[in-house]
């Protein structure tokens, strides 16, 4: 009930800030606590750009009052909420993926460190997530705040 809750929410929100034509699918996996939402809009409808925003901020904004809230109505702080617009944070991630895998092959191939770009916290996650498929390189995040980046360096030998 609270998934639909969170969803009747985030309809009412999309509406009230003049977005027409969408529809919203829900997906949850409570083992993992885990919700995402897929807002689906007329491709011709500009307004998906809108909710997007440059870079995807908007979007990220949007999924974090709705992991706020679906952690408030859970009582439970590591519930995490996805969103996605037309299919834009998959081809995103996606493309990370490659990026990742890009640079982890040129790492494997030269033994010598490579440092990513800055990134968000989700970003930073996908990376981790798509090099840690690999035996022969590894990551790790240093800096701070807006800093924080990931190095990706071959396996250290046992």
Do not use: C
Not at 36 to 51: A, H, N, P, V, Y
Not at 102 to 111: C, E, N, R
């Amino acid at each position: 009930m609270e998934i639909m809750g969170l969803k009747n929410y985030l309809e009412e929100l999309l509406a009230k800030i003049g977005f027409q034509n969408f529809e919203i699918e829900t997906q949850e996996i409570p083992t993992e606590k885990f919700v995402k939402f897929m807002i689906k809009t007329d491709s011709q409808d500009e307004s998906s750009g809108l909710l997007i925003g440059k870079g995807g901020e908007n979007l990220w904004a949007f999924e974090t009052v709705l992991k706020t809230i679906l952690q408030k109505m859970k009582n439970d702080s590591e519930w995490r909420v996805s969103l996605d617009v037309n299919n834009y944070r998959t081809i995103y991630e996606e493309k990370l993926r490659e990026f990742a895998r890009k640079a982890a092959y040129q790492v494997a191939l030269t033994k010598k460190p490579m440092e990513l770009p800055p990134m968000s916290p989700k970003d930073r996650r996908v990376i981790h997530l798509e090099i840690s498929l690999r035996s022969d390189v590894m990551t790790e995040s240093i800096g701070e705040g807006k800093e924080r980046h990931i190095i990706i360096k071959p396996q250290e030998e046992e």
